[in-house]
């Protein structure tokens, strides 16, 4: 089946640096990717559409400023989180959808603490 | 918007069970997904249904969608350890490709 990559897995960072996290779909095409954010025993909440060659679209509640995200080719997207505090601290997974299947895959994560 | 709600939340069974996840929706399903997820990993896609009254199974596990399409339901028979995890539908919206996602159902078997 389809792949999507994350990195890195996990990540510790200091409070007030910012991290960057790469979602690769390795052997498709995707023109929209998803990121969303996971706590502890909690669903995947949705929080921006990345579209290739376009500006993300944010879901409500979410700080466009503070979670950048970067769409730059149709296998990369990137999210990056600005100034990250303790409460950022989460599992962080991106989904791909191709252009070509209905399907979504998802990456395997990323866990983001910040000290 | 589209909310999803799983029962139960947490299950614990013996090995050699059979068992039964429930996602209902607050609105029409136009395509449901079954995910299963370990603690701090991604998802395993495990099966998508769209028609009223589909099912389909692979290996123990097998999931319907009813004739409403308002309901979902996974089965698994004579469980064993390697079907814990945390079990998610998901359902697409009608526009923009996103999902929305249930709380998740926490299966432990017990060898």
Redo the contacts between chains.
Sequence with gaps: ?AV?S?HPSRVICKSGTSVKIECRSLDFQAT?M?WYRQFP????M?MA?SNEGSKA?YEQGVEKDKFLINHASLTLSTLTVTSAHPEDSS?Y?C?A?STRA????????T?LTVT | SQELEQSPQSLIVQEGKNLTINCTSSKTLY?L?W?KQKY??????LM?LQKGGEEKSHEKITAKLDEKKQQSSLHITASQPSHAGIY?C?ADNTN?????????T?LTVKP
Excluded: C
């Design positions: 089946g999507v994350q929209t998803f025993k909690k669903s995947l949705l559409t679209t599992f997974i989904s959808r209905y399907e979504q895959y998802f990456g395997p994560g866990r | 395509g997904y995910y701090g990993e991604g998802l395993i896609f998508m998610l998901g923009a490709g996103k999902s929305t996602f249930g709380d998740g926490t």
